[in-house]
T-cell receptor, first 115, second 112 residues
Framework: GAVVSQHPSWVICKSGTSVKIECRSL??????MFWYRQFPKQSLMLMAT?????????EQGVEKDKFLINHASLTLSTLTVTSAHPEDSSFYIC???????????FGPGTRLTVT | AQSVSQHNHHVILSEAASLELGCNYS??????LFWYVQYPGQHLQLLLK??????LVKGIKGFEAEFIKSKFSFNLRKPSVQWSDTAEYFC??????????FGAGTRLFVKA
């Protein structure tokens, strides 16, 4: 089956620093990747959608200069949280879609803690 | 705008009880429907999906869901739950575009 990996699975950083999270599709080409944020006991909140080689499309209320997304290849997308603050602490999940299929395959998530 | 509503936020059942989780969506056109499950400490996994054809779809682990177009619903069912079904369940809808909208999720706890 389709596998999506994320790295790191857990990261702790100091306030003001930047953190990069990688999302990789291991056995398929992900033409579209999605980045979600999940707060405790809440649903997934879509942050942005990225297509390979194009700029990401951000959802309303998501700061594109703070959450930098790069979808440089068909198997890799990165989310960089710039100048992180404690309120950015959350669980970040990526998912990937193969071509025209509507099914999304999810990564295991990355827990970010900003101190 | 599309939206997905899951009526039950928390459900507690005893083993062998029957399960039905409600999901309604708001979109008048053709939709693709999904149920995802997130077991404790694990990532989201696809439980089942409906694209077209038979409105009663069967997924993994004995789950099934019925698409009722007139009611804009896609309820998830299982005749007899097990302790291992304890998880959070998300209904999701894709209306043919890139974006899939997720419901708020339902936390199911099955008592052994």
């Amino acid at each position: 089956g389709a596998v999506v990996s994320q790295h790191p699975s857990w990261v702790i950083c100091k306030s003001g620093t930047s953190v990069k999270i990688e999302c990789r599709s291991l056995d398929f080409q992900a033409t579209t990747m999605f980045w979600y944020r999940q707060f405790p006991k809440q649903s997934l909140m879509l942050m942005a959608t990225s297509n390979e080689g194009s700029k990401a499309t951000y959802e309303q209320g998501v700061e594109k200069d703070k959450f930098l997304i790069n979808h440089a290849s068909l198997t890799l997308s990165t989310l960089t949280v710039t100048s992180a603050h404690p309120e950015d602490s959350s669980f970040y999940i990526c998912s990937a879609r193969d071509g025209t299929k509507y099914e999304q395959y999810f990564g295991p998530g990355t827990r970010l803690t900003v101190t | 705008a599309q939206s997905v509503s899951q009526h039950n936020h928390h459900v507690i059942l005893s083993e062998a009880a029957s399960l039905e989780l409600g999901c309604n969506y708001s979109y008048g056109g053709t939709v693709n429907l999904f149920w995802y499950v997130q077991y404790p400490g694990q990532h989201l996994q696809l439980l089942l999906k409906y694209f077209s054809g038979d409105p009663l779809v069967k997924g993994i682990k004995g789950f099934e869901a019925e698409f009722i177009k007139s009611k804009f619903s896609f309820n998830l069912r299982k005749p007899s739950v097990q302790w291992s079904d304890t998880a959070e369940y998300f209904c999701a809808v894709n209306a043919g575009g890139f974006k899939t909208i997720f419901g708020a999720g339902t936390r199911l706890f099955v008592k052994a």
